[in-house]
């Protein structure tokens, strides 16, 4: 994977295993179908519920009435919300969670 690129320099993560020249040709393929190859622990997942200070600001400035739970099967944490409108109530469910690469090594960009 290309990490950066400044002043004509190309810096790759994990670092290539052999020597480029220094006037090496760089090819850049067009239009391609773009696909992702990882081990299973590459990339971390992260979820939890909001915080109750958010939820209390919400509940006053919005009049919402809010609760969050925790799915029985997935353990995934979610946020219930229900608002009452013109003769009518809005349900709506929520989670708050975030990725991120911990072991880049173990991903890659396979053009298609």
Known sequence: MVKSFASNVVTFAPAAKTAFADNAAITIKGDH???????RNAIALAMRPPSNTMLQQLERELSLRTLTMTAPISGIPLKLTVRGEYERLRWGVSALWGTKPVREECIVRVAG
Do not use: D, E, M, T
């Open 33 to 39: 179908a773009i696909n992702l190859a990882f081990q």
